[in-house]
């Protein structure tokens, strides 16, 4: 069939398509893992304007410049912080070691003295911040994914009505693409309150935009410097999905720990306003805790993968097991080593993961890699019932670290996260009891089942690993 273009239109075409083909060559591997430049040279190659359109859009794992600015800025205030959070390090339980590293990547030292409780219920989580808030004195800071003005979002919605009533100053973050369905209402409704509110990380055309896919994951709730929440739950009715009910799990924390939390929210605040919003000098609040934790905040801003290299090191370290819960597991070649290692030498792994799923092309990447895993002897758990959104890990009972980062190239990479890392029995132990119910509410996956699968779902799933570093 003839072509209805002009043959130079088609040359012409033809020309362009190779240029970007070899231009990317030189520029699609810079600041890249191996697995995300193939992922990218193959889409180029195959679609050489759509791709080039796509990664212009999302493709740069940099944020502009004038922000990586304001990051250094910030920093040498945060310094002061970490001086004050240094006098509450000194205990012989601490994993020096461990502590060393989370320092060096995330900048908090470990802190001792801090009480800590696992909220496992979406609904109990929710009352508690209510509660809290409604206790609140000074101030009331909320960092977080998605915010809602549904059913949930609006009773954290009108308990910072309330104590802004009593005089209480109350700061909400709230991240531009995680909140996009309801984020008109949601500020609406808190600017009407008397809250002070701003996007994280809007999207822009100009000015150094920030690119769709790094994102503000983290989710950190503070009351008054004593009291503090991190975890993977967001401010959004649980089964906001049709059809799909999340579980979570959150850690309210009182003591130094919370003005690591507070730190990190005021940067991300001033990372988007360019105002210091609190004291970073105020004194940390010593509560009658046994709990030794750490924070790990991670992303884009730092020069390295925090979380990621915390959990690569810890299984090469680990002696006896390993269990890793996350509802979104796409590996790279780093991870993929690190467990197939730690199982030859003698270490149980177990990953459990969700049944139920939420996005079906990132579900469809995951499962691509069971094979390997199953080979390699990991133990696989499928959640049943509820989409298991909780990230936690625990390895030889000896560290814990409960968080907002999924084990996928996005958290490891791309998206701003938060993690504390636990290293007393009493709180290990207490994440290790939720892990033994998640399995005791999974089905363990054999290598032999998951082969029976059928065809077509194979070839789905190799399709999906090929844009795995993508998603």
Not at 346 to 368: C, K, P, T, Y
Request: charged content about 25%; some cysteine; aromatic content about 8%.
């Amino acid at each position: 069939m003839r072509s209805l273009l002009p043959e130079h239109v088609e040359l012409a075409y033809v020309i362009i398509g190779w240029m970007i083909r070899i231009a990317m060559l030189v520029v699609v591997p810079r600041m890249r893992t191996p697995q995300a430049a193939q992922s990218w040279l193959l889409l180029i190659f195959f679609l050489p304007i759509p791709g080039l359109l796509i990664y212009l859009m999302i493709g740069r794992p940099r944020f502009p410049h004038w922000r990586h600015e304001r990051f250094q800025q910030f920093h040498q205030s945060l310094d002061r912080l970490q001086q004050n959070l240094a006098r509450f390090a000194g205990a012989p339980e601490v994993d020096q070691d461990t502590a060393a590293l989370v320092r060096k990547v995330g900048g908090f030292p470990p802190t001792c003295g801090n009480g800590i409780e696992f909220i496992t219920g979406y609904d109990e989580a929710i009352d508690r911040l209510v509660a809290d808030i409604d206790g609140a004195r000074h101030h009331v800071r909320i960092l977080v994914y998605i915010f809602a003005d549904d059913e949930t979002g609006r009773k954290v919605i009108d308990a910072l009505a309330r104590a802004v009533r009593r005089g209480v100053d109350c700061h909400v973050l709230i991240d531009a693409l995680g909140s996009r369905r309801w984020i008109a209402g949601t500020i609406r409704l808190l600017e009407a309150a008397g809250v002070k509110v701003r996007k994280s990380l809007p999207l822009r055309l100009l000015r150094g935009r920030t690119r769709r896919d790094m994102r503000n994951h983290r989710k950190l709730f503070l009351v008054d410097g004593e009291i503090g929440y991190a975890g993977s739950q967001n401010l959004v009715n649980k089964n906001f999905r049709p059809g799909i009910t999340n579980q979570e799990l959150m850690v309210r924390t009182t003591g130094p720990i919370v003005a690591a939390m507070a730190g990190v929210f005021l940067m991300d605040w001033y990372l988007e306003c360019e105002q210091i919003v609190g004291d970073l000098d105020e004194p940390p609040v010593l509560a009658d805790g046994t709990c030794i934790a750490q924070l790990l905040p991670s992303g884009a801003d730092y020069p390295t993968e925090g979380f990621e290299t915390l959990l690569i090191w810890k299984l090469h370290q680990a002696q006896q097991r390993v269990v890793l819960t996350t509802p979104y597991l796409i590996p790279d070649e780093d991870l993929l080593g690190a467990m197939r290692t730690s199982v030859l030498r003698g270490v149980q792994v177990d990953v459990i993961v969700s049944r139920v799923v939420d996005q079906r092309l990132v579900s469809l990447a995951q499962r691509s890699f069971y094979d390997d895993l199953l080979c390699a002897g990991v133990r696989i758990h499928q959640y049943r019932d509820y989409l298991l959104h909780a990230k936690n890990v625990t390895i030889d009972g000896a560290l814990a670290i409960v968080g907002s980062s999924n084990a996928d190239i996005r958290s490891f990479q791309l998206n701003e996260e938060v993690s504390i890392v636990l290293m007393d029995p009493r709180s290990v132990d207490a994440v290790e009891a939720v892990q033994r119910d998640y399995i005791a509410h999974s089905d363990a996956m054999t290598l032999e089942q998951w082969r029976k699968r059928p065809k077509r779902q194979v070839v789905l799933e190799r399709v999906a690993r090929l844009v795995s570093p993508l998603l």
